[in-house]
C-alpha cells in the first residue's frame, strides 16, 4: 500500500469513527469491538478501490463526504437494522498513459474492476471472518458486517459501487451480489 496522504488518512479516521458510533448498535452499544469491526472491513474495502485504481495509473484518494457522515450517525442512531455506511469514497481522478499528451479516462471494464474491488475484498473477509466464529462468536458480527457492506455498496444505484459493476457486467455483479447475498443470509439460517 503506497503512502496515505494526511488528509485521506484524517478522512478515514473520521469515516471510522463515526461509522463505529452508528454499528455500536449491533455490538450491544460497545463501541470499541465496532470500531475495530469498522476498522477491518470498511478500511480495508476503500483501499482496495484506491490501490485498484493506481494500479491502473490513475490518482485516487479516499475523501471523506459529509453528507453521508450525517446520514450514518442519523440511521445508527435510529432503531432498527439499517445504517447508511457511505461516509466517503474513492475519488479518481483520469489516466495519463503512455503515448498519450492528454489525460484518458479509465474504460468501463476497469471502472467496473476497481469498483468490484471493494465489495470483493469484504467477501473474502466476510468468509474468513465466519470459518473464525468457529473459535469465537464475535467473529460472527465481523462477519455479517463484511456481508452486509458488501450488499449495501453492490446495490445498483449511483454512487455505490454496484452501478459500475453492473453497467460493466450484469453477470459479474449478480455473482458477486450472490455472493455477498449468501453469505451474509445463509449461514444466519444454520447458527
Do not use: C, Q
Amino acid at each position: 500500500m503506497s503512502e496515505l496522504e494526511k488528509e485521506e488518512l484524517l478522512d478515514l479516521a473520521v469515516s471510522v469513527l463515526v461509522l463505529s458510533f452508528a454499528f455500536s448498535k449491533f455490538f450491544a452499544g460497545n463501541f470499541l469491538l465496532s470500531l475495530i469491526g469498522v476498522f477491518s472491513v470498511f478500511v480495508v474495502h476503500e483501499i482496495a478501490h484506491r490501490n485498484v485504481a493506481r494500479y491502473f495509473g490513475a490518482h485516487a484518494e479516499y475523501r471523506r463526504w459529509d453528507f453521508g457522515l450525517l446520514l450514518a450517525l442519523v440511521t445508527g442512531l435510529l432503531p432498527g437494522s439499517f445504517v447508511f455506511a457511505a461516509p466517503g469514497a474513492v475519488y479518481i481522478s483520469p489516466v495519463v498513459r503512455k503515448n498519450f499528451a492528454f489525460p484518458v479516462y479509465l474504460t468501463k471494464r476497469e471502472t467496473g474492476i476497481i469498483s468490484v474491488s471493494g465489495p470483493l475484498s469484504n467477501i473474502i473477509m466476510g468468509f474468513v471472518f465466519l470459518g473464525l466464529s468457529m473459535i469465537h462468536p464475535l467473529f460472527f458480527l465481523f462477519s455479517s458486517l463484511s456481508f452486509f457492506l458488501a450488499l449495501f455498496n453492490l446495490v445498483p444505484i449511483r454512487p455505490l459501487d454496484g452501478s459500475s459493476v453492473y453497467r460493466w457486467s450484469p453477470v459479474i455483479w449478480g455473482t458477486v451480489f450472490f455472493l455477498a447475498f449468501l453469505g451474509y443470509l445463509f449461514p444466519g439460517i444454520f447458527l
